[in-house]
């Protein structure tokens, strides 16, 4: 059974740091697109951040500069390093994986997601 779970959110103020990961389990993700999205409460959910299977990274604008995502292909596991943090990154995040990705902002290409781990950032 496949599965995603995400950790590392939590509580932090304005300017703050957080680390995410996702661990996945069920089969091996090294040849997977590996992505975050995140949705605020009244919002539609968004892309972050994207890894190809070959390290290719992608950013919402809003977060280049500030987050750096990652993968351990030993680990099954993906990570999203978010730096000076800010309260408009409240919100929960997910992680989601996919073998067929072509458009890494489009969560519809993606086949498996996790519960997502809150985040909040207070100001």
């Known amino acids: 059974q496949v599965q995603l779970v995400e950790s590392g959110g939590g509580l932090v103020q304005a300017g703050g740091s957080l680390r995410l990961s996702c661990a996945a389990s069920?089969?091996?993700?090294?040849?997977?697109?590996m992505g975050w999205f995140r949705q605020a409460p009244g919002k539609e959910r968004e892309f972050v951040a994207a890894?190809?299977?070959?390290?290719?990274?992608y950013y919402r604008d809003s977060v280049k500069g500030r987050a750096t995502i990652s993968r351990d292909n030993a680990k099954n596991t993906v990570y999203l390093q978010m730096n000076s943090l800010k309260p408009e990154d409240t919100a929960v995040y997910y992680c989601a994986a996919g073998r067929r990705v072509v458009v890494v902002t489009r969560g519809d290409e993606y086949d498996y997601w996790g519960q997502g781990t809150q985040v909040t950032v207070s100001s």
């Open positions: 890894i190809r299977w070959n390290g290719i990274t």
């Open positions: 069920g089969r091996t993700f090294s040849s997977d697109a």
